[in-house]
């Protein structure tokens, strides 16, 4: 079993990429396997409603110049899907956001009835509207929706830094644990009745 793991950071290794990693981590040790896919610092082009992708089997979008077919063709040997971005004004970033409506109008066969999460990562505020955003187009695609000990937050602004989050991080290990065991049951593998998830550790904001 595979989980694609997408970046939708501008910023390669910035703290959305060390969330995304954090559960990449997490999926290993449950004995599944990830890949984190960036999405680059190159335009994504928004969905223009040709209606194309439909005259071609609902299988590719039309224009192939970004990264979206690729992540279809990839959805194809993946058994589920997780996208992560910064919040930018309360938002995901536009790249992911065109590219999430893209490879799901025109390659929805590949991530229908998949497992999804969604994960963000903020300076400060905006994460709860932001991973709202994200989770939408996928509740459209009958897509059961993973999810972990607190909404899929991580708090950083220099690269790197969410990694001082401890409880983030362990939102991360956690949604891993759980999208690990969803699998396994979806795919009829001897799991427990519940997850083995580790004891909560809260971090506030005021130390």
């Not at 690990?180 to 427990?192: N, V």
Request: charged share 15%; with cysteine.
């Amino acid at each position: 079993m595979k989980v694609l793991l997408i970046n939708g950071s501008p910023r390669k290794n910035g703290n959305t990429h060390t969330a995304l990693e954090e559960i990449s981590q997490q999926l290993t040790t449950e004995n599944i396997e990830s890949e984190i896919l960036w999405i680059g610092q190159k335009p994504v082009r928004g969905c223009i409603a040709c209606g194309k992708c439909k005259a071609n089997g609902n299988s590719r979008c039309v224009f192939n110049d970004d990264i979206t077919n690729t992540v279809i063709e990839k959805m194809e040997n993946c058994d589920a899907v997780i996208v992560a971005s910064p919040v930018y004004y309360g938002q995901p970033s536009g790249q992911l956001l065109c590219l999430q409506q893209r490879m799901l109008f025109a390659g929805g066969a590949n991530f229908v009835g998949k497992p999804a999460a969604a994960v963000t990562v903020c300076r400060r505020g905006g994460a709860t509207a932001t991973y709202q955003t994200l989770l939408m187009p996928f509740q459209m695609m009958n897509m059961p929706i993973v999810t972990s000990q607190y909404w899929n937050l991580a708090y950083g602004r220099n690269e790197g830094e969410a990694a001082q989050d401890v409880e983030g991080m362990q939102t991360m290990r956690t949604l891993a644990t759980n999208m690990s065991w969803l699998l396994k049951k979806i795919h009829g593998i001897e799991a427990p009745q519940q997850p083995q998830r580790e004891a909560w550790n809260a971090m506030n904001f005021i130390r």
